[in-house]
T-cell receptor
């Protein structure tokens, strides 16, 4: 069975602090893809990043960075120098190999950045 | 218009009403999806259409009826809904839903549905 766990239901930090959102996944597939999406209060899910299981290089995009570790089945997301506009619900998702194109979603982490 | 659009953004309906949600994607994608997002629950995939053909129906009650006239448009027809159907309904599209590709899904802003 495939599963995505985002253990942090809600995180609240003060602006300019760094914050890490955890994502742990379970799958027996050798090929799989991991995603992070952001859902601001407007409701639209915004795609942030995709990572495939063969690429364990960490990625940095501006203030965002992602740490993929197959050994611990984790794909954590760090926001550096957080800003109020980063306040949103963040979802981690998994897609296995084969013809099953369904995304397995985590429950989401609500991130609150206080000014 | 760009991306994925959904109308209406908000809808309040009685249990005996019939209404439809509309989704349109301007990305040239082949696949479209309906999701239900309820409070404190993971996203639930409802339906998937690939090249206008329904390829997935995740045990959704018949009071939800999807329609996909072409690859750019997707509808969700609603009738005799229950209060527990109140949720945010999200539409998404992707370029290739097959297992050979990892194409991410792009989402619309959603329709906030309230059933009284």
């Amino acid at each position: 069975a495939q599963k995505v766990t985002q253990a942090q239901t809600e995180i609240s930090v003060v602006e300019k602090e760094d914050v890490t959102l955890d994502c742990v996944y379970e799958t027996r597939d050798t090929t799989y893809y991991l995603f992070w999406y952001k859902q601001p209060p407007s409701g639209e899910l915004v795609f942030l990043i995709r990572r495939n299981s063969f690429d364990e290089q960490n990625e940095i995009s501006g203030r965002y960075s992602w740490n993929f570790q197959k050994s611990t089945s984790s794909f954590n997301f760090t926001i550096t120098a957080s800003q109020v506009v980063d306040s949103a619900v963040y979802f981690c998702a998994l897609r296995g190999q084969g013809s099953n194109y369904q995304l397995i979603w985590g429950a989401g982490t609500k991130l609150i950045i206080k000014p | 218009e760009t991306g994925v659009t959904q109308t209406p953004r908000h809808l309040v309906m009685g249990m005996t009403n019939k209404k439809s949600l509309k989704c349109e994607q301007h990305l040239g994608h082949n696949a479209m999806y309906w999701y239900k997002q309820s409070a404190k629950k993971p996203l639930e995939l409802m339906f998937v259409y690939n090249f206008k053909e329904q390829t997935e129906n995740n045990s959704v009650p018949s009071r939800f009826s999807p329609e996909c006239p072409n690859s750019s448009h997707l509808f969700l027809h609603l009738h005799t809904l229950q209060p527990e159907d109140s949720a945010l309904y999200l539409c998404a599209s992707s370029q290739d839903p097959s297992g050979s590709s990892y194409n991410e899904q792009f989402f619309g802003p959603g329709t906030r549905l309230t059933v009284l």
